[in-house]
């Protein structure tokens, strides 16, 4: 599995997550994921140049999803979407 696939699952698990588990969802999570997955890769760098590898890209993005979803079991975070 990429790096960019790798991210995408993570992704569309949080998306599942936050809409409270449903079933059936799976396709439009996944392309949900894919879009912001894609949309984060295609965002400039600092210097204006996009980044040239595509899975070094797909790396941080998997990196910043696991330190977001540490942060919020560390806080007590769960899943906030009303009943």
Do not use: C, F
């Not at 949080?14 to 809409?19: D, F, L, M, V, Y």
């Not at 949900?32 to 890209?57: F, H, L, R």
């Not at 990196?63 to 806080?75: S, V």
């Amino acid at each position: 599995m990429s790096n960019r696939e790798a991210a995408i699952k993570a992704r569309a698990h949080e998306i599942w997550e936050r809409e409270g588990r449903p079933d059936g969802r799976e396709q439009a999570h996944w392309e949900q994921a894919t879009k912001e997955i894609d949309a984060m890769q295609s965002v400039p760098t600092s210097s204006g140049i996009p980044p040239d590898n595509e899975e070094e890209d797909g790396g941080e993005a998997i990196e910043t999803l696991q330190k977001r979803n540490t942060r919020q079991r560390k806080n007590g975070v769960r899943n906030s979407r009303p009943a």
